[in-house]
């Protein structure tokens, strides 16, 4: 029984693990920035905390509005339609240029909020600039994504990883270089990281562009582009995809966007010790994107060839696949919630008071990190659900479902449970939002997987 979902495992793996280590990639430019910039000082690490929880904000809508991408891509190799791939591309590329546009715009609002965000003034000081100088590389986020989903589509998601990889090399030796005034640089603090990202985006989108230019799989599809290739029905359908699945990416991301700004009223301990929880969380988070990807993938190659029972079969591998994975972050996460904290800590500081901070940070980090641990369950259930759904290109019910559990259920029971149990009652909304939205999102797949075969046999009988 389990060996017709096992065989699975590695075909699932080939497509996750780039998109993984791609993920990563980011993660630990994230980690490596909070590093460098917690080594300067709790408020520091707080200030970064708010400035990308609030950049994040933001892009989370363009990223979610580019997995319209992947979906219509492996539908057409599926179904055999390849001629449809360069239109997807060139269509996906105008809106995510103007989207890229202006969700830069929308950044250079983003100082005004802060100013009226009752956090710590000392914190907003240190943010503002740096959403500045980062906000405006959100443009070239976006014509990374198109480019990587479309790759993604093709299962060729190597190639992202390894532009995002080389770019984030690079960005970890600026930051470093820029936060300390090492290697020639002015030392720029936390304004060196900013800078660090900004050109790092750059250049992971001239090496995405260049693999695909250049490979012989994709070269054909970036050729001769141009505004021949416009569809009206093309542009609807990218927009009918992409603009829920935008919101159910701010819906999440939003959501702990939000818990950022809570833990602030609690003060920058509270803020500081959300973030590391956070960050620690985001490292399991890539396994489940990884998987969320594979879903979407190899879902909606099904979903073109017809194969409803088949895709079942596939999307239930990948579900138990990523379960065992649960298990074992849930494991690493409550067993060294000790030692965690301190890679983004310093204990050797000589001034009595950031001594004092860094361990009230360090206690308030490892209660975190245990409701951290228990919610990997219910995380990597909602995004792989996510995923195979969007193969179905099913966008509306999730889009409904995640806004219900995340901004209904589980910010107001966060805000609320803050009151009382303070950082941890962040954690126990959040904690509760995912499960909700897991929970409902595979009522979803188990509705639409069932009917789409019941209609399948209907139709052959028909025949």
């Known amino acids: 029984m389990l060996k017709n979902y096992t065989k699975e495992f590695n075909q699932n793996l080939k497509i996750a693990t780039p998109v993984m280590l791609g993920y990563l990639g980011h993660v630990l430019v994230g980690l490596a920035d909070n590093i460098f910039v917690g080594k300067l000082d709790p408020i520091n690490l707080a200030a970064v905390s708010l400035a990308n929880s609030t950049i994040f904000f933001v892009m989370a809508f363009g990223i979610g509005f580019s997995y319209a991408i992947t979906p219509l891509v492996s539908e057409a190799v599926g179904s055999k339609k390849s001629y449809r791939l360069k239109k997807v591309l060139y269509n996906g590329l105008l809106l995510h240029t103007i989207l890229g546009i202006l969700m830069a715009i929308i950044t250079l609002f983003i100082p005004s909020i802060l ?257 951290a641990g228990l919610f990997q369950i219910s995380d990597g259930f909602q995004v792989v659900l996510q995923g195979a759904l969007r193969g179905l290109q099913d966008v509306v019910y999730p889009f409904i479902i995640t806004f219900v559990s995340y901004w209904i259920i589980g910010l107001p029971i966060s805000y609320y449970m803050s009151k009382t149990h303070g950082a941890m009652g962040i954690w126990y909304g959040l904690l509760t939002g995912l499960t909700v939205a897991a929970f409902f999102l595979f009522l979803r797949f188990k509705y639409l997987s069932r009917k789409l075969i019941k209609d399948s046999i209907l139709q052959k009988t028909a025949k």
Not at 147 to 162: A, E, H, N, V
Not at 198 to 222: A, C, D, E, N, P
């Open 115 to 371: 100013a009226h965000a009752n956090q710590p003034p000392e914190v907003i000081a240190l943010a503002v600039p740096y959403v500045r100088i980062v906000g405006i590389s959100l443009f070239f986020v976006m014509i990374f994504q198109a480019y990587k989903q479309f790759s993604d589509g093709l299962s060729l998601t190597t190639y992202p990883m390894i532009a995002t990889i080389i770019a984030n090399v690079i960005n970890v030796i600026l930051s470093y270089g820029m936060v300390f005034g090492q290697f020639g640089f002015a030392k720029m603090g936390i304004y060196g990281a900013a800078y660090g990202t900004f050109i790092s985006r750059v250049i992971m989108v001239i090496f995405l562009w260049y693999f695909l230019r250049h490979k012989s799989g994709t070269t054909q599809y970036l050729q001769g582009l141009g505004t021949y290739l416009i569809s009206k029905p093309m542009i609807k359908k990218i927009l009918y995809l992409g603009i829920p699945s935008g919101f159910q990416g701010v819906f999440e991301m939003g959501i702990f966007s939000a818990t950022v700004v809570i833990a602030g009223y609690l003060g920058a301990i509270s803020q500081a010790a959300n973030q590391i929880a956070q960050t620690m969380a985001s490292l399991t988070f890539m396994v489940f994107i990884g998987f969320g990807v594979a879903a979407t993938v190899r879902v909606g190659n099904q979903k073109g060839k017809k194969d409803f029972v088949e895709m079942k079969r596939i999307a239930k591998s990948i579900f138990l696949q990523v379960f065992l994975f649960e298990l074992l972050f849930t494991g690493i996460l409550i067993i060294l919630r000790h030692q965690l904290p301190w890679i983004y800590l310093d204990n050797d500081y000589t001034d009595p008071v950031k001594v004092h901070e860094a361990n009230e940070v360090y206690k308030l980090s490892v209660q975190l990190l245990i409701v």
